[in-house]
C-alpha cells in the first residue's frame, strides 16, 4: 500500500499560469516532506522541502503548503515556465523513525508556451 | 558542489549474469540509498546503508544485494539478473539528522535481455 500518493500522474498548464501539484501521506509518523524534479534520464532534484512544524515555505517560483490534519500537501509553482515541464516527486520521511525517504509515483506537468 | 556519480549511464546484460551498479559520494555523507524508478510506481528503495558495512532492506530487495565497504561508495549487486530487472536505477546520498535532503546520482539504465 503506497504511502505517498500522487494521484495525478500528469498535468499541463499554460506558461505564466499557476501549477499546483497534490500529495497525500497515510503514515502520520513522517515529518519531514520534500519535491524533487526529474527531467528524463536525469537523477531527481531537490526542489524544496518543508518541516512538519510550518504549514508553509517559500523559495522563489515555488512554494509548499503543508496541511497536516488533511495529511496533504501540495507544490505551486507561479509562474509556469516551459523549463518547468519534468516528473515532480513528493517524498516524505519520518526523522526520528529511520533516515530513509517514501517515495510518491510522480506527476508528469507539462507547461505549454 | 555536491557530487554522487554512478559508474554507468547505460547497461546491457544478459539473464543471468551478475551485475554490479556503482556509487561515489564526495559529501561525506552517513546513509546512501538504492531506488529503482518503474513508470506508475515512482522511486522504490531496494535498499539502504547508515554507515560503512551496515545495510537496511528496503521495500523491494529480493534479487538484490549491497555492498558498503568505504563511506564514499555503495554498490548494488544483481545476483543473476532477470528480465524484471529491467529498469532505472538511482543512487542517492544523504547526511545524518533532521531536515536534510537526499542528493541523487544520474542515474543508470539497465535493460536485461
Known amino acids: 500500500d503506497q504511502q505517498v500518493k500522487q494521484n495525478s500522474p500528469s498535468l499541463s498548464v499554460q506558461e505564466g499560469r499557476i501549477s499546483i501539484l497534490n500529495c497525500d501521506y497515510t503514515n502520520s509518523m513522517f515529518d519531514y516532506f520534500l519535491w524533487y524534479k526529474k527531467y528524463p534520464a536525469e537523477g531527481p532534484t531537490f526542489l524544496i522541502s518543508i518541516s512538519s512544524i510550518k504549514d508553509k515555505n517559500e523559495d522563489g517560483r515555488f512554494t509548499v503548503f503543508l496541511n497536516k490534519s488533511a495529511k496533504h500537501l501540495s507544490l505551486h509553482i507561479v509562474p509556469s515556465q516551459p523549463g518547468d515541464s519534468a516528473v515532480y516527486f513528493c517524498a516524505a520521511s519520518a526523522r526520528n523513525y529511520g533516515q530513509n525517504f517514501v517515495f510518491g509515483p510522480g506527476t508528469r506537468l507539462s507547461v505549454l508556451p | 558542489d555536491v557530487k554522487v556519480t554512478q559508474s554507468s549511464r547505460y547497461l546491457v546484460k544478459r539473464t543471468g549474469e551478475k551485475v554490479f551498479l556503482e556509487c561515489v559520494q564526495d559529501?561525506?555523507?552517513?546513509?546512501m540509498f538504492w531506488y529503482r524508478q518503474d513508470p506508475g510506481l515512482g522511486l522504490r528503495l531496494i535498499y539502504f546503508s547508515y554507515d560503512v558495512k551496515m545495510k537496511e532492506k528496503g521495500d523491494i530487495p529480493e534479487g538484490y544485494s549491497v555492498s558498503r565497504e568505504k563511506k564514499e561508495r555503495f554498490s548494488l549487486i544483481l545476483e543473476s539478473a532477470s528480465t524484471n530487472q529491467t529498469s532505472m536505477y538511482l543512487c542517492?546520498?544523504?547526511?545524518?539528522?533532521?531536515?536534510?535532503?537526499?542528493?541523487f546520482g544520474q542515474g543508470t539504465r539497465l535493460t536485461v535481455v
Open positions: 559529501m561525506d555523507h552517513e546513509n
Open positions: 542517492a546520498s544523504s547526511s545524518r539528522g533532521r531536515g536534510t535532503e537526499a542528493f
